[in-house]
């Protein structure tokens, strides 16, 4: 299924390909939501990306309905998405577009009513509770947007929450802890309670939490909406650094287009659907 | 899965959450819970207490005691007895008419009153005045006819509940004389003395009934006998009260409101002092007081009319013996006419023919404190703490003097003593009650229990069914009723408990599951970095282990500081206190208020499970929900 393009999208695509207008219109010729996706909406100044082989994740026609009292509601319609290992992809839109659903979708924390969502070659659908909670806790990490420390444990025992749901011997979560530490720049803050960092230390320390378990997968909620400009672009900044680094996959929901456009690929929902 | 020491760590931060509420969980939940600890350790103090001073007197036995039931309503209304009664007593005026007039005397038939009154002057609502003496010989004419129940009939009923000894006393009963203290040794033959009630009261010889006492009970309130006197080795031995005692050794009673180590001295003063307590004690027949009684009141008349010259003094004047020798009366003065004294002897003849005493008879008899018991109620409800204890618990012989057995009939003048007290009842009461009370010893309180709860006599106006004879008391102490108690107070904490587990539930619930609730965004970003169901589960059973345990920590500490300072508030005065109803022939013996009581554990355990409980229904409702739900509230 096709659809037009409106003339705030083009303006999008516009910022999004830098201005270059030929390739703006390309895109809009060929308006599919699933080639835009996966290949119009390539930042060009991203690090080339395999994507011949199988997807890390893979959303396929994905419906989420909820209900509230006795409405109905289509969070999700029909979505469909592939994203590559190593890959940044931003996903935006206004809010109750459905973008927060799918990221939890992706992440597990939630199951959809049809379609199916596979992370790594796994079939989350099909997954127990228990198998998923330890799936999640291996292969995903997740970043919020109100970071949820934990306000009575220390940074470092913040760090290390999942290694203890994962089980991680003592040792290892404080070396672990250390080299995350020193990876987002709060070495010296490791003593330190949530309540005596600043918001962007915090999101840091939400991050180095998110990456404990090395996940192959990054998932995060507006993780720059509650900072401001500087300290949004410097978590992207990071975000970027783990992706060279780790080869890490990173989904970013945001509204913000600055941060989307530092993504590789940016994907607008509307209405439940994907329609850039 | 999460290891111990990382789950209490996350638990301890919840613990650390909505500190003010979490506190005042504690503070009221430990409050509730500390309350029912105290009590505990209280209580097991007190019954333990109870228990040791128990073993003093007859309070570690079960001993039940069998009465008969006086008929005195139904007999009084019973009209075959009532004609049989008139029968006598036409016959008697008949007699008596007779006689006088054999003897040539005057009888006045109306001196006699008949034994059948009728209040309303109705023929059908009669009854039998038992104060006639032919109305008393045809109510003993009957009970001969139908003996009370006896120690055969005890044994058979109680036969079904094994008892291990059946014991009898008998009262030491003067009939119609009269057995009247000697206060410092002297009568009191003056015309000032009380009256009857005020006599009653304050002489203890009449007040209490003297009640030869088997050995086996009247054993634990024997005196040592290294204590005892033997200066009076005629006189009889008696068990008293603490305040009898007191009288016997002429010691000022102890006012109410003294301290308590005074009253203790002062049990140990009747126990060092009581052994050399003699009570001297002066027995008359009716003539005999009837002599003395004019004596004094013709003296009383002389003394009056001395300056009047009209007054005549009678010709026969009785003289006073010496106070303190309880001699009968001398002829002070007889110029009676020929005449007068045949007609005396008449008199006299014609009374022993109808069963009248004649003969004055009198003696001095000593009695000698062997015994100690505390002092009984007498069945006066008391409003007062000390009251209620001696009720409860107290140990003593039911408001009787009592005379040790074997020590009574191995007195030198034992055969002189009987004949003073094998009188033939003439009250109303002796002849309607029988002078032997019964009792059978068992072995638990259960037994004494189930025998006092079934086969006691539950009197109808028709009096005891043969099945049930006896009405049946715990006797000697309220050793049954204090099991009773125990078990009852055992309930009464159980159910202290369960209400304050409820409450404590509804507090902690609320604390609970107020925590469990405000982390739900919490639990999501749990689960989202990898926790399990399982895992939450065990965080938050931690904590609700820990919150218990501070309330258990918080209510054990509160519950020794009470029961501790219970304790060291009220030891003293219970102890003197517990010596004056329990008997003070031990009185190293203490009434503490604190014993460690395992049932403490069992609250400290319900305190523990009530935290559990608490944490049910909001951790399943947390667990079950999606954590993307509580992310979206956001």
């Not at chain 2, 206060?183 to 030869?212: A, F, H, R, S, W």
């Amino acid at each position: 299924m096709t659809k037009q393009a409106s003339r705030e999208q083009v303006a999008a695509y516009l910022a999004l390909f830098d201005n270059d207008v030929e390739s703006a219109i390309a895109a809009v010729r060929s308006y599919k939501p699933m080639q835009i996706a996966n290949a119009l909406s390539v930042n060009p100044a991203a690090p080339v990306i395999n994507r011949e082989g199988p997807p890390l994740i893979s959303v396929n026609a994905v419906t989420k309905e909820y209900r509230i009292g006795h409405q109905k509601v289509e969070a999700l319609r029909s979505v469909s998405l592939r994203v590559y290992e190593g890959e940044i992809v931003a996903i935006t839109g206004s809010s109750g577009s459905g973008k927060s659903t799918l990221l939890q979708l992706i992440g597990g924390l939630d199951k959809p009513t049809s379609g199916s969502v596979s992370v790594a070659n796994t079939d989350l659908s099909k997954m127990s509770d228990h198998t998923l909670s330890r799936f999640r806790g291996q292969t995903i990490g997740f970043v919020f947007q109100s970071f949820y420390l934990q306000p009575f444990l220390n940074l470092g025992r913040n760090l290390e929450v999942p290694g203890m749901f994962a089980g991680t011997p003592h040792r290892e979560r404080h070396q672990r802890v250390q080299e995350l530490a020193a990876a987002v720049g709060l070495t010296e803050r490791l003593q330190h309670l949530p309540k005596e960092l600043s918001g962007g230390q915090i999101q840091r320390a939400a991050i180095a939490r998110a990456l404990f378990n090395r996940p192959k997968v990054i998932l995060a909620d507006e993780p720059t909406g509650n900072l401001d400009s500087k300290n949004g672009m410097a978590i992207i900044d990071l975000f970027e650094q783990i992706r060279r680094n780790f080869n890490t996959t990173i989904v970013i929901i945001t509204h913000d287009y600055a941060i989307a456009q530092r993504a590789d690929r940016h994907i607008t929902l509307k209405d439940g659907e994907v329609v850039l | 899965m999460i290891h111990l020491g990382d789950a209490i760590i996350l638990a301890t931060t919840k613990l650390r959450t909505r500190r003010i509420r979490t506190g005042i969980t504690v503070v009221v939940s430990g409050l509730l819970f500390g309350c029912l600890v105290a009590t505990l350790f209280m209580a097991k103090g007190a019954f333990d207490s109870i228990s040791k001073f128990n073993a003093i007197g007859l309070g570690s036995r079960y001993i039940v005691q069998a009465q008969t039931v006086p008929l005195t309503g139904v007999i009084t209304q019973d009209k075959d007895l009532q004609a049989r009664a008139q029968e006598l007593y036409t016959q008697q005026v008949a007699d008596k008419k007779a006689a006088a007039k054999k003897l040539g005397i005057t009888y006045d038939a109306t001196a006699d009153r008949p034994p059948v009154i009728s209040p309303d002057g109705k023929a059908t609502n009669t009854f039998l005045d038992i104060s006639t003496p032919v109305a008393l010989q045809a109510v003993r004419e009957y009970m001969q006819a139908h003996p009370q129940p006896g120690m055969g009939d005890l044994k058979r009923t109680a036969a079904p509940y094994h008892p291990k000894n059946f014991y009898t006393t008998e009262t030491l009963s003067t009939g119609d004389g009269t057995l009247v203290t000697m206060n410092n040794g002297v009568e009191n033959l003056t015309t000032n003395q009380p009256d009857l009630g005020t006599q009653y009261q304050q002489d203890i010889l009449m007040k209490y009934p003297l009640q030869l006492t088997p050995t086996a009970i009247s054993r634990p309130f024997m005196l040592p006998a290294t204590s005892l006197s033997s200066d009076h080795p005629d006189a009889i031995p008696i068990i008293v009260t603490y305040s009898a005692a007191e009288k016997v050794l002429g010691m000022t009673p102890l006012s109410k409101g003294v301290p308590a180590a005074q009253k203790l001295e002062r049990i140990r003063t009747l126990y060092r002092k009581a052994g050399s307590g003699v009570l001297a004690a002066c027995y008359r027949n009716t003539v005999s007081t009837d002599q003395i009684q004019t004596a004094i009141t013709t003296a009383a008349d002389i003394a009056k009319n001395k300056d009047n010259k009209d007054y005549q003094k009678p010709s026969l004047i009785y003289g006073l013996p010496a106070a303190d020798s309880c001699g009968p009366a001398t002829i002070a003065r007889d110029v009676r006419t020929t005449d007068e004294k045949s007609q005396a002897a008449k008199q006299k003849q014609f009374d022993a023919q109808f069963n009248t005493v004649t003969e004055p008879d009198q003696q001095k008899i000593e009695f000698r404190i062997v015994g100690l018991m505390p002092d009984t109620q007498d069945g006066a409800p008391s409003s007062s703490a000390s009251g209620i204890l001696q009720g409860l618990v107290g140990s003593s012989l039911a408001g009787v003097i009592a005379v040790p057995e074997d020590m009574y009939n191995a007195l030198p003048s034992a055969a002189r003593y009987k004949a003073v007290f094998n009188s033939t009842p003439t009250s109303v009461m002796a002849i309607f009650s029988s002078t032997s009370t019964y009792y059978a010893e068992f072995a638990n309180d259960t037994t004494a229990r189930a025998f006092i709860d079934n086969a006691s006599c539950n009197p109808s106006p028709s009096g005891c069914s043969k099945a049930k004879p006896f009405m049946l008391n715990a006797f000697g102490s309220n050793s049954i009723a204090l099991q009773d108690l125990q078990r009852k107070f055992r309930r009464a904490a159980l159910l202290g408990a369960g209400a304050i587990v409820f409450i404590a539930v509804a507090i902690m619930t609320g604390t609970v599951g107020r925590m469990i609730a405000d982390s739900r965004r919490e639990t999501a970003v749990f689960r989202a970095v990898g926790a399990g169901r399982f895992d939450i589960t065990f965080v938050y059973t931690l904590y609700a282990i820990m919150l218990s345990v501070c309330i258990a920590v918080f209510a054990l500490g509160l519950g020794l500081l009470l029961a501790r300072l219970a304790d060291w508030k009220f030891w003293q005065t219970a102890t003197a206190q517990a010596q004056l109803v329990f008997g003070g022939s031990n009185l190293s013996l203490q009434f503490r208020f604190f014993g460690i009581n395992t049932a403490v554990g069992w609250v400290l355990l319900a305190t523990l499970g009530t935290g559990l409980i608490s944490m049910i229904l909001p951790l399943l409702r947390n667990i079950r929900r999606s954590p993307i739900k509580d992310m979206r509230d956001e």
